[in-house]
Nanobody, 120 residues
């Protein structure tokens, strides 16, 4: 079965950095686009970033453009999100998701999520 296991969350100070990893299994990772999404307290799910199956194109929400970088290693079946210049409003539960179709915001599987807290 499909499994997406996120690691690397935690506490960071404003202006700091964190890197999330998502280990994928149960499907042919290199054939699918992948996305990161997040859910802040008392808010809905927000798409953050997406990447094509071969890593050739990446996309970002305006709220994270220029601060976050999505990447993938198809040999390791792993998706990454490098988060720099973190802000308190980046505090959320972060999920990696397997994209279905051509829309980076449509998913058929997502992982358990990792908590990212940005606070001084």
């Amino acid at each position: 079965q499909v499994q997406l296991v996120v690691s690397g969350g935690g506490l960071a100070q404003p202006g700091g950095s964190l890197r999330l990893s998502c280990a994928a299994s149960g499907f042919t990772f290199s054939r699918y686009a992948m996305s990161w999404a997040r859910q802040a307290p008392r808010k809905g799910l927000e798409w953050v970033s997406g990447i094509y199956s071969d890593g050739s194109d990446t996309y970002y929400a305006d709220s994270v453009e220029g601060r976050f970088t999505i990447s993938r290693d198809n040999a390791k079946n792993t998706l990454y999100l490098q988060m720099n210049s973190l802000k308190p409003e980046d505090t959320a539960l972060y999920y990696c998701a397997k994209v279905v179709g051509a829309n980076m915001m449509e998913y058929d599987y997502w992982g358990q999520g990792a908590q990212v807290t940005v606070s001084s």
